[in-house]
Every structure is written in structure tokens, then in C-alpha cells.
């Protein structure tokens, strides 16, 4: 089985681009050292959606690098992805682990520690727990859940746990005292002005 051999997991958004191709941002984020890209664009169809995967997934495999996509298992096979990741929303980890086998990756999104506890019990690889600062994107999902919150979940779960919601490199040094295995952000290299240098810096804040 595989296991989470990266710091940085990049989520994709083309809303956050600023109007530029999604996959020059890629690119760009690759160039930096990105050794882990989660492909989430929720509100494009299947076909537009695949041709995306299939373009992504021939970026990540010249750069070695690992390409989930978000929820959608049949474009992960058809694409020969690493993975996938679910949402509290998605089809049960189990269902979509019978789906995919045991050699590719299986991420979680969680808001609580009894989520994270189901996943873990469910058969994921890894979780991504947040939101643990404000940012709109997560909003939706409740208020900031706070470093503590995260900590707890890093002591009860044996799984790789990375923190989402408001990461930024001002933060990621605090984030990281918590014990978690990495950060997922989103908009702290989509938006930002040069995507491969601001993945360089993000990258120089993990000690390994």
C-alpha cells in the first residue's frame, strides 16, 4: 500500500488563478517541488473534467509526482491517478476502496476528530482536517477549528494528518508544532503572482 510521502498537497481551484490556464499554474507549482496535486473542480462535467485529469496526470507523472482527483474514482482509474479523495459527502471509504485496490492513494476530508476516528477505521491512507484557520473556501464547513483541535486529532489518529483551511507561510511553522504530516492549501500558490517561487518558499518551511 502506498503511503503520504509528501509535505505540500496542492488543491487545485481555476476560480483562484487569476484567469490564468490552470494547468501553466500546475506546471509552474511542479517546478517549485509540488509532490502532490488533489484535482478539484467540482463544477465541470465529465468530459471537460477528464481531458483536464488526463492532461494532469501526463504533467505529474514527467515531474514524479502524485495526482488525486477529487471524488470522482471512474476519472482516477480512467486516467491511471494515484488516488482519490472523498469528502464526508463522497461514497463510503470502504465502497471506494473496493473500487480503486489497495495501491492507490485514499485521502479523507474531516471536520472532527469522530470523522477522522471513521476514516481511519474505514480504511484511508490519509486525512486532510480542517478548517483550521478562517478562509472562505471552507467556510462553509464552520468557523476555524484552531491548532488545538488539530493537535488532539494528530494524538488519537495514527493516520497522516494535513491541515487545511487559511494556510499560508506565515502560519505553516505553528501548523507543523502540531505534529501533522503536511498542509493542503489551495490559494497560497493558485493565486499567487509566481507560482513556482511561492511553492519553493512554502516548501523551505518543512525541517526535513
Known amino acids: 500500500m502506498p503511503t503520504p510521502d509528501f509535505d505540500l498537497y496542492l488543491v487545485t481551484d481555476r476560480s483562484l488563478t487569476q484567469g490564468r490556464d490552470l494547468l501553466w499554474v500546475l506546471q509552474q507549482a511542479l517546478d517549485g517541488g509540488v509532490k502532490a496535486i488533489q484535482l478539484r473542480e467540482k463544477d465541470l462535467g465529465g468530459r471537460e473534467l477528464f481531458f483536464i485529469a488526463e492532461a494532469a496526470r501526463k504533467l505529474t507523472q514527467r515531474y514524479h509526482a502524485r495526482l488525486l482527483i477529487n471524488d470522482r474514482i471512474d476519472l482516477a482509474l480512467a ?19 473496493a473500487l480503486l485496490g489497495r495501491q492507490r492513494l485514499l485521502g479523507a476530508s474531516t471536520h472532527s476528530l469522530e470523522e477522522a476516528a471513521e476514516a481511519e477505521r474505514n480504511g484511508a491512507d490519509f486525512v486532510v482536517f480542517g478548517p483550521v484557520y478562517f478562509t472562505p473556501s471552507k467556510a462553509p464547513y464552520g468557523a476555524p477549528q484552531g491548532l488545538a483541535a488539530i493537535k488532539k486529532v494528530v494524538e488519537k489518529i495514527s493516520l497522516p494528518i494535513y491541515a487545511i ?4 507561510p506565515e502560519n505553516i511553522a505553528d501548523t507543523c508544532r502540531t ?3 503536511g498542509v493542503a492549501l489551495i490559494s497560497a500558490v493558485m493565486s499567487a503572482v509566481d507560482p513556482e517561487n511561492a511553492t519553493k518558499k512554502i516548501l523551505k518551511l518543512f525541517n526535513r
Open 79 to 97: 486516467v491511471d491517478a494515484d488516488g482519490v479523495h472523498l469528502s464526508t459527502a463522497s461514497i463510503p471509504i470502504e465502497s471506494a476502496r
Open 165 to 168: 483551511g487559511g494556510i499560508k
Open 179 to 181: 505534529g501533522v504530516r
